[in-house]
Each structure stands twice: as C-alpha cells, then as structure tokens.
C-alpha cells in the first residue's frame, strides 16, 4: 500500500506527460469540384494536385461526402452548427443572417481550452464568434489585392487571394499561444467564379485541349421543368467577365501586365475566328477549364505550404488535418457551371482526412457522410460532447475504420434559393446509395423525379413514371418523410427562406403530395 501512496505522489514527469488533445485544421474552399482533385481518379485527369493528395494518401478519403443545400453560405453555416439549414437559420445568399447567439463547435472548443482562428471567407453577414483570431473576407471577397476584417478592421492587402489567406494563416499557427491546443479554419475563396488565377499560374497548361464530359451538351429531353428551365449553362450564362475577354478591374499595373501579356493575344485570336453554336461552348469550356484548374492549382500550393509547416513544427503527429468544400461544382456536365443541384456534381463534395495514428494511410470510404457531421466529428476528435441537438453525428469511428451498425444510408436534401441568381427551382431529396427522389416546388411547378445512379451514372434520364420503379418510389418517399421528421423541417418552408419575392403575391408553394397525388406532369410511379 506505502508503495502505490508514493507512485501516486509522484510528478507527472517521471511517467512522461499526458498527450494534449489533438490540433484540428480545416481547409475549407469555396465550389472545389471532386472531379479536380486527382486523388479523386477524374477520367479526364484534369489537374494534378499533390497537396491534396498527399492528405488522400496519408490518411482517408470520402467517395461520398454529401451537402445539405448546396450553396456557399448555408454549407458553412450547416458546418458551424451541425444543423439543417432551416434548424441554423441561414436559408441562402440573398438575405439570409447567420445567428452568432447559436452554439457552434468553436465556440466549444473554446471553452475546453482551444485556441481557434477563421481566415478566409465567411459569407455569413454578421461578425464571426467563438474565434480567439478572425480575419476574414467582406461577402465574397475579390482574388487581387483583396480586403479583409482583422477582427473587426479594414485592412487592404497586395497580392493574390489565395497566397493571402495561406500568409495569414501561417501567421497565425506561428504566433498563436502554444500552450494551446489549436482550431484553424483557413477557408479559400477558390476557386469560386469568376475563377481569376494567380499570374505565376497563367499558361500553366500550355493551352492543354481538356476532355471534354460527355454531357457537355445534354438536351435534358425527357427531364422536369425545372431541370430545362435555368440560367446555368456555359452557353448562355457565361460571361465576357468569366472568360477573360474582360480584365479584371482590380489588377494594379503589374498584375495588368502579366495578365493582358496572356489572355491578349488568345482573345484576339479568339475574336478573329467569329465562333457560334457548338464551337464557341467547346471554346468557352476550354477557357474555363484553363482558369479554373489554375485557380485549384493555387490552393493546392497552399495545402502543401500548411502542411510543411506543420512538419517542420514537429505537430503533424497530432493534428487532424481536413480538406472539404462547401459543395461540389459543375465542370461543363449537362452543359452546365455552379452547382445548387442534388444531382451528383453539385451534391457531393471532396472530404480528405488526415490524422496520423487513428486513420489508416491511403484508405477510402463509400459511407455517406456530410457537412454536417464536421462540427461532432470535431468535437469528437477533441474528447468533448457532441451538440445533443445537432443533425450531424461524429464519423471519427469511420475515420478509425469502423462503421457503426445504424450509420445512415440516406440523407436529406433541400435547396430553397431562387430566383436568382441561376434560376435553379427550389427542390428537396432524398439521396441513397444508389437512387434520388427529389420534389420540384414552386408555385406553377410541381413535378417529381428519380434517378437511378446504378443504371444511368450520368443522370440524364428520370425514371419517376417508370412503372418499374413504382415500388421504389414509395419507399423513397416514406424515407423521405422519415427523414423530414427526423430533422423537424416542415414543408412548405417559410417564404423568407427563398430570399428573394419570388413567390410574393403567389400561393403559398405546394408541399408535400401524398404518395400517388403528385400535382404535375409526373403523375405516375405509386
């Protein structure tokens, strides 16, 4: 008994001191497609991209990491609280406020002891909270010599975005208290439209001929309303401004040098040939392949400049490091750029996980995971409580290479924004494995479809009225009534999600119809 009193009283230091709780740091870009990454495996090998890969092969990635509304400010809200949009209250990007009051997993951290930081973009219209550090972008922020809030002041840099938010973000992992676990979030405004690339990535292609998707020009023959009728496509949407024939008006006289030295003469070769109908979208998408891809490029630079310092300060081994995106983008499928779809380029998005000694290097995962599941994974990962009321769950068990029995195998969907900017209908889903149901509502629509991912990968085609299908309609449709009640949304939602007077002086927009009433042309199918 005397022997085990004086090991008990003994410092600390002889057993050797307990571990600290892991760092976290999140890399969070702004509409990075899946499809750009080349750990992703792309059929088009479009970009190589050894920063991210490097995450991918030293730890885990997610083959189907999904969002709950695919548009910027409700991704990062949903990702701050673990919630639903119409839980958190921040619906779109038209007048939508994020509720700083409302508990977030910063604010958690901060109270078990973590120093925590946000750099970059924000896009949530009201001053950050639970942050030691912010020093963020005003709206969307501009990718030359950008201005940013530094905890509340203006401050006006030189130089390019992306680079900008990497400095900051070393700056501030150099400066931070190191007697600290730590929370970085250093969010990208890449590579968001209209896709301005850094001079030392101009030609970094050497005017390579891309791929073209094979659904580059989808007729949607045979598709809802909803999917014929909007304003995204690289034929009619893209602007003078979006590929370059116009210069950015915040290139101070250097910048302009470089720039016009590239795109000058190649839009005068442009404009000599006089191109129209097919010609002139495969040449739009070639541009916009060129300075997308030179935009990722650019963050992946940066991926790699965090993780070397990361090594070089000895805290790789106990730093969880993630890449996401608040959605997935579209890169000329259907025709199409942006994103807002629950189809597939639009819905799913990139999640690389690296945390060395708890996920096995080069691993993958196929389970469906989300955005919303990051603010209790990193709670999680942190030894602290989960949000008891958060939508998300913690998928550090997938992370350790162990799924757990009821894991979901099905997530809700819903997209509220409209009509501007892009036109795309309000709609909301369900999304499995293999299928999606998805409702289109506004007030002179009211149209279903499924589609059916096994058997037509590209998603070209509705199977809504096959009557093959009919019984795999109704048990979508009782699982997406499920799944609205397990997140307490009530449908219609209300007017002020849609941001905008779309359906002022309009008919509240359908709900719900019972399965086997649906009000418009897909009638069939229960």
């Known amino acids: 008994m005397r ?12 057993f050797g001191a307990a571990k600290p709780p892991p760092n976290i740091v999140l890399i969070f870009c702004d509409d990075l497609a899946y499809q750009a990454i080349s750990a992703y495996g792309d059929s088009r090998k479009l970009l190589n991209t050894p920063g991210m890969d490097r995450i991918a092969k030293e730890g885990m990635r997610f083959d189907r ?3 709950t509304n695919s548009i910027c400010g409700p991704s990062r809200a949903c990702v701050l609280t673990g919630k639903y949009s119409h839980a958190n209250g921040f619906y779109n990007n038209s007048n939508s406020k994020f509720d700083g009051s409302q508990t977030t997993f910063p604010k958690l951290l901060q109270k078990a002891g973590y120093s925590t930081a946000i750099i970059g973009k924000w896009h949530l219209m009201t001053d950050p909270t639970g942050f030691d550090y912010w020093n963020v972008l005003p709206g969307q922020g501009v990718y030359y010599n950008p201005a940013t809030i530094d905890n509340g002041k203006n401050v006006k840099h030189t130089g390019y975005v992306t680079d900008i938010i990497g400095d900051l973000s070393l700056d501030w992992l150099k400066s931070r208290d190191k007697n600290k676990p730590f929370l970085l979030m250093c969010q990208h405004k890449a590579p968001h439209r209209e896709w301005e690339p850094p001079a030392r990535n101009l030609g970094f292609d050497n005017d390579r001929v891309y791929d073209e998707p094979p659904t580059l020009f989808d007729t949607y023959e045979g598709r809802s309303k909803a999917v ?25 006289e250097e910048q302009r040098k470089y720039w016009d030295d590239y795109y000058g003469p190649r839009n005068a070769k442009f404009r000599a040939a006089n191109l129209s109908g097919k010609d002139l979208i495969k040449w739009r998408y070639q541009r916009y392949m060129h300075d997308y891809l030179a935009c990722v490029k650019a963050v992946d630079e940066n991926v790699t400049r965090v993780l070397e310092y990361l090594d070089k300060e000895g805290l790789s081994d106990n730093t969880a490091v993630f890449l996401s995106s608040d959605q997935g983008f579209y890169l000329g499928e259907h025709g199409w750029f942006d994103k807002r779809w629950i189809f597939e380029e639009s819905v799913r998005t990139p999640m ?29 990962i942190a030894g602290q409580p989960a949000i008891p009321d958060a939508h998300g769950k913690s998928f550090v068990p997938i992370l350790k290479g162990e799924t757990p ?12 924004e409209f009509p501007v900017p892009h036109h795309v209908r309000p709609h909301y889903g369900v999304v499995t494995d293999q299928y999606k149901l998805i409702h289109y509502y506004t007030p002179d629509l009211d149209e279903w479809e499924l589609l059916d991912r096994k058997k037509d990968p590209l998603e070209t085609k509705s199977f809504y009225n096959d009557p093959a299908y009919a019984d795999t309609v109704k048990e979508l449709k009782a699982e997406l009534s499920r799944l609205q009640a397990e997140v307490k949304e009530t449908i219609p939602p209300p007017r002020t999600a849609f941001g905008n007077k779309a359906f002022e002086n309009e008919a509240q927009p359908p709900g719900q119809p019972a399965a086997g009433k649906g009000k418009g042309r897909n009638k069939k199918g229960v």
């Open 3 to 14: 022997i085990l009193l004086a090991l008990l009283l003994l410092p600390l230091s002889v």
């Open 65 to 67: 990491c999904l969002v």
């Open 228 to 252: 014929i009728d909007q304003d995204m496509r690289i034929e009619k949407t893209m602007t003078d401004r979006d590929t370059k024939l116009v210069t950015p008006g915040q290139l101070n």
């Open 352 to 380: 690389l996980v690296r945390w060395p000694g708890v996920t096995k290097p080069g691993s993958s995962s196929d389970k469906i995971v989300s955005l919303i599941d990051l603010a209790n994974t990193f709670l999680d």
């Open 405 to 416: 029995a009821d894991w979901r195998k099905s997530l809700y969907y819903h997209y509220y």
